[in-house]
């Protein structure tokens, strides 16, 4: 009686686990080049530009509606703060980086931009007519 349970037991898990490997097989981005191969290049898609986009829901980091090629986020500085600073937004027209850019993990307000807020495009990204290379329901 223990025996079979246990042969059971086993036989079911093996068929678990190649139903999940199964499930879950993911393919490399890359196709099916080789490693010391080029892999396929993608042709150049041409970014959107225009006077901002709609949200999708209410707390979404807008995307970024212009061209950032020649902004630079480095140790030293942050050109995206030339124009989206509190210091700078009116004289060049330009949003105000959000309230919540200037408050500490403990929600005490800053003077300069919050550590946590310094990589904009961690959260903002320009957009591109790019089909997602992944399938996502989200
Ligand atoms: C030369 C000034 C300038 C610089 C530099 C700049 N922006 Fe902007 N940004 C603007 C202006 C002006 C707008 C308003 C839309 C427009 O006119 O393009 C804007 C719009 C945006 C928006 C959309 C806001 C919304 O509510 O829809 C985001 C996000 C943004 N910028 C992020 C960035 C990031 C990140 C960088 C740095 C990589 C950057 N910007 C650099 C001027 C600038
Ligand atoms: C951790 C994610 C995150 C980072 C990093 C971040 N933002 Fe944002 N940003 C958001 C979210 C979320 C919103 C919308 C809600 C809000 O205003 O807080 C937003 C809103 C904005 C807006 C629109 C504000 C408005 O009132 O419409 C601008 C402009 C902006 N961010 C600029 C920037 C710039 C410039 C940087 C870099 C210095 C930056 N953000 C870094 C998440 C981020």
Redesign the pocket.
């Known amino acids: 009686m223990r025996k079979s349970n246990l042969g059971t037991a086993i036989i079911l898990s093996v068929l678990l686990s190649v139903f999940v490997t199964s499930a879950y097989a993911v393919g490399s981005l890359r196709g099916e080049y080789d490693l010391d191969k080029e892999s396929k290049t993608f042709e150049k898609k041409k970014q959107i530009k225009n006077k901002g986009f709609d949200r999708n829901y209410t707390?979404?980091?807008?995307l970024i509606p212009h061209s950032i090629e020649k902004d630079k986020?480095t140790l030293k500085g942050?050109t995206?703060?030339k124009c989206?600073s509190a210091k700078n937004f009116q004289k060049e027209k330009?949003?105000?980086?959000?309230?919540?850019?200037y408050l500490d993990r403990d929600g005490k307000v800053l003077s300069k931009?919050s550590s946590?807020?310094?990589?904009?495009m961690?959260?903002?990204v320009p957009q591109l007519d790019a089909q997602p290379l992944v399938d996502n329901n989200f």
């Open positions: 707390l979404q980091p807008p986020v942050n995206c703060m989206h330009a949003p105000k980086a959000g309230d919540s850019h931009i946590r807020r310094y990589f904009c961690q959260c903002h």
